[in-house]
């Protein structure tokens, strides 16, 4: 079946360092693919998105390649603050109309001043 | 617009005990969500509507019951609760047709059973 796999975490960072989080996919079809960002205490929310081969998903200096020939999504960003200390996922939706996302077990980031 | 809103926020249940968790969406949004966040795991999907009247299993829906008898709500029933049972459920919508897929996600209910 369709799954996602990404990094373990929990990540720990300084304030500006550079920040990759990998993702795979495994899917029938060409998926759409997704980051969303849970922060402390709150629901999910969409990071980017991507629905094609080559497509760059970006937002608030976040950026992620949908990567069709090594089937991965990696969620890079140049300088991090402590304000983006929270939960990533990466997700995907298949072709066929069922829209059921199918998500990663989630990456913990943690970026100290 | 309030999104997706979720009640309670939290609450704690017996063993055998049975609740109802709501959610509202004031997005016009046809399809809905009930997901299940435990740690480490990710979020697995309970079930599913892609409309009034039409719902689904999805990955994890043994122990619930849903029904959608309008555009707006998605309640979330839980029989005869167990220990299994404690998590973090979110309810979540998307209208394909104009969100570009996006899922819009309340706010999460924290279920404890004793």
């Given at each position: 079946?369709?799954?996602?796999?990404?990094?373990?975490?929990?990540?720990?960072?300084?304030?500006?360092?550079?920040?990759?989080?990998?993702?795979?996919?495994?899917?029938?079809?060409y998926p759409?693919l997704?980051?969303?960002?849970?922060?402390?205490?709150?629901?999910?929310?969409?990071?980017?998105?991507a629905t094609k081969a080559d497509d760059k998903?970006?937002?608030?200096?976040?950026?992620?390649t949908y990567r069709k020939e090594t089937t991965?999504f990696?969620?890079?960003?140049?300088?991090?603050?402590?304000?983006?200390?929270?939960?990533?996922?990466?997700?995907?939706?298949?072709?066929?109309?069922?829209?059921?996302?199918?998500?990663?077990?989630?990456?913990?980031?943690?970026?100290?001043? | 617009?309030?999104?997706?809103?979720?009640?309670?926020?939290?609450?704690?249940?017996?063993?055998?005990?049975?609740?109802?968790?709501?959610?509202?969406?004031?997005?016009?949004?046809?399809?809905?969500?009930?997901?299940?966040?435990?740690?480490?795991?990710?979020?697995?999907?309970?079930?599913?509507?892609?409309?009034?009247?039409?719902?689904?299993?999805?990955?994890?829906?043994?122990?619930?019951?849903?029904?959608?008898?309008?555009?707006?709500?998605?309640?979330?029933?839980?029989?005869?609760?167990?220990?299994?049972?404690?998590?973090?459920?979110?309810?979540?919508?998307?209208?394909?047709?104009?969100?570009?897929?996006?899922?819009?996600?309340?706010?999460?209910?924290?279920?404890?059973?004793?």
């Amino acid at each position: 079946g369709d799954s996602v796999t990404q990094m373990e975490g929990p990540v720990t960072l300084s304030e500006e360092a550079f920040l990759t989080i990998n993702c795979t996919y495994t899917a029938t079809g060409y998926p759409s693919l997704f980051w969303y960002v849970q922060y402390p205490g709150e629901g999910l929310q969409l990071l980017l998105k991507a629905t094609k081969a080559d497509d760059k998903g970006s937002n608030k200096g976040f950026e992620a390649t949908y990567r069709k020939e090594t089937t991965s999504f990696h969620l890079e960003k140049g300088s991090v603050q402590v304000s983006d200390s929270a939960v990533y996922f990466c997700a995907l939706i298949t072709q066929g109309g069922s829209e059921k996302l199918v998500f990663g077990k989630g990456t913990k980031l943690t970026v100290n001043p | 617009n309030a999104g997706v809103t979720q009640t309670p926020k939290f609450r704690i249940l017996k063993i055998g005990q049975s609740m109802t968790l709501q959610c509202t969406q004031d997005m016009n949004h046809n399809y809905m969500y009930w997901y299940r966040q435990d740690p480490g795991m990710g979020l697995k999907l309970i079930y599913y509507s892609v409309g009034a009247g039409i719902t689904d299993k999805g990955e994890v829906p043994n122990g619930y019951n849903v029904s959608r008898s309008t555009t707006e709500d998605f309640p979330l029933r839980l029989e005869l609760a167990a220990p299994s049972q404690t998590s973090v459920y979110f309810c979540a919508s998307s209208y394909p047709g104009t969100s570009g897929r996006e899922q819009f996600f309340g706010p999460g209910t924290r279920l404890t059973v004793l």
